[in-house]
């Protein structure tokens, strides 16, 4: 009997350790096989790695490749520069040729647009200071077709650029008044047909809040270029309240002086339009829109931004008097390039 037990125990363990021992042989063989799938996996992210470091790699060398490029570009620019802003006369200014001086200079600076890398760049600048300041919220905020912003933000571009050419035009000392009034036509005139293409795109509400933009874009790109200021000089920026009670400030003053009675505008003036009478009359209109500007301005400041902002409205107010004793001095035929 103890035999026949014992044999029937030896059976049962015999079985069990059968069992045991297939579980575990079945355990090490789903180990191995997720070691397997381990290595598989780490070859893959170790091939993936590779591949990522060579596509680094390649657009490290692109990008390499575009900087030199545009290393180029502005070295060609600042040669286009040199060549036509400062013209020789400009450059070398002697006593018995002191308005072919001045006349040269302006010469220069109405052919700098024949050349392709600038009139490029130009446009590059205009896009990314003037228009995506000026119209950046309005076409954020209204237009949701990105092929639709773009079309309208390069209508702004040349809108702007048609300008700013017919300008560089105007400052050619051979043209006469009357050929520069023409070009103020063709300069109305290129923006009106721009204008008409962009309504076209446009709902009737949202031409109108372009419309808005458009009035006060001269306010829009001073505001900003004071916040760049501040933003030099690390004062504290303007918040976006600030600034759009600023700019309408600036723009209600604006509108008020050009109501007066005997406004002088001199935005379109030719050489022969700046009078000592006009030019004396215009800075007069400008100092009174200051002194107002100034006074209202101050609950829109903190002090520091308002020091600040004085000093700088008396500087603008200086680069604008040179400006125009530059276009005076064609008029006069004197050398005024020292102002400059």
């Known amino acids: 009997m103890t035999n026949k037990f014992f044999g029937i125990l030896f059976v049962v363990v015999l079985v069990a350790t059968g ?41 490290t060398e692109q990008l390499q490749k575009e900087l030199a490029a545009l290393n180029k570009q502005i ?29 040269d200079y302006m010469s220069g600076l109405a052919r700098m647009m024949e050349h392709s890398t600038l009139r490029d760049s130009t446009r590059a600048s205009i896009r990314e200071h003037s228009v995506n300041v000026i119209y950046g919220d309005f076409i954020k905020n209204n237009i949701m077709d990105k092929k639709e912003a773009e079309t309208l933000k390069e209508l702004l ?12 035009e105007m400052l050619d000392p051979k043209l006469t008044c009357a050929q520069k009034k023409i070009v103020v036509k063709q300069i109305k005139d290129d923006r009106a047909k721009i204008d008409e293409i962009i309504k076209g795109m446009l ?32 004062i504290q ?26 406004y002088v505008n001199l935005e379109f003036a030719c050489p022969e339009d700046l009078t000592d009478n006009n030019v004396r009359k215009f800075f007069q209109q400008e100092k009174v829109m200051d002194a107002k500007i100034t006074e209202k301005s101050k609950n829109i400041f903190t002090k520091e931004q308002f020091t600040a902002f004085t000093v700088f409205l008396k500087h603008y107010n200086d680069e604008l008097k040179r400006r125009v004793k530059l276009l005076r001095s064609v008029r006069r035929n004197k050398k005024k390039l020292a102002i400059c």
């Open 19 to 59: 069992v045991l021992y297939y579980n575990r042989l079945e355990e090490t063989n789903s180990l191995k096989e997720y070691v397997s799938q381990l290595k598989n996996e780490n070859s893959s992210l170790i091939n993936k790695a590779k591949e990522n470091e060579k596509l680094f790699t390649e657009q």
């Open 75 to 103: 070295t060609e620019l600042e040669k286009c520069i040199s060549e036509q802003s400062l013209s020789k006369a400009a450059r070398k200014i002697t006593k018995d040729s002191e308005g072919k001086a001045v006349t």
């Open 157 to 168: 571009v040349d809108r702007a650029f048609a300008r700013f050419g017919r300008n560089m």
């Open 203 to 234: 709902s009737k509400d949202i031409f109108e809040k372009y419309l808005e933009c458009e009035k006060k874009s001269r306010e829009v790109l001073f505001v900003n270029r004071f916040n760049i200021k501040l933003s030099n000089e690390s």
């Open 237 to 262: 920026l303007l918040t976006r309240h600030q600034q759009k009670s600023l700019v309408n400030l600036i723009y209600k003053e604006r509108v008020l002086m050009e109501k007066q009675p005997g």
